[in-house]
């Protein structure tokens, strides 16, 4: 089991950007796929975007593929979350999870059973 810290998080106006970032202890990131999912007030936890051991795969919800990017650094044990383009509806608790069993393609659900989870970060747009 790792234990996952994200920090970046913040208030920034629409338009805006934000850098996450997803540090682990505990464990060797580099042994596992890492997600980032997010919770806004009132409605479920979703996936955003997920990225593999390597970081040769990615995937990502459709309505930030054009504005977020997934990335590691596996020697400084961190996944980023770079997020351009800051909407009002990104308003949420950002997570990440480590132990998805993701390799290639398209993401799932039944992926993220038994991970490991941070404690979140607040993103908060203004419009």
């Known amino acids: 089991q790792v234990q996952l810290v994200e920090s970046g998080g913040g208030l920034v106006q629409a338009g805006g950007s934000l850098r996450l970032s997803c540090s682990a202890s505990?464990?060797?990131?580099?042994?596992?796929?890492v997600g980032w999912f997010r919770q806004a007030p009132g409605k479920e936890r979703e996936f955003i975007a997920i990225i593999s051991r390597r970081g040769g795969d990615t995937d990502y919800l459709e309505s930030v593929r054009r504005r977020f990017t997934i990335s590691r650094d596996n020697a400084q044990n961190t996944v980023t979350l770079q997020m351009n383009s800051l909407k009002p509806e990104d308003t949420a608790v950002y997570y990440c999870?480590?132990?998805?069993?993701?390799?290639?393609?398209?993401?799932?659900?039944?992926?993220?059973?038994?991970?490991?989870w941070g404690q979140g970060t607040q993103v908060t747009v203004s419009s």
């Open positions: 505990g464990g060797a990131l580099s042994t596992y796929a």
């Open positions: 999870a480590a132990g998805i069993r993701y390799f290639r393609g398209r993401y799932s659900s039944d992926m993220s059973r038994g991970a490991d």
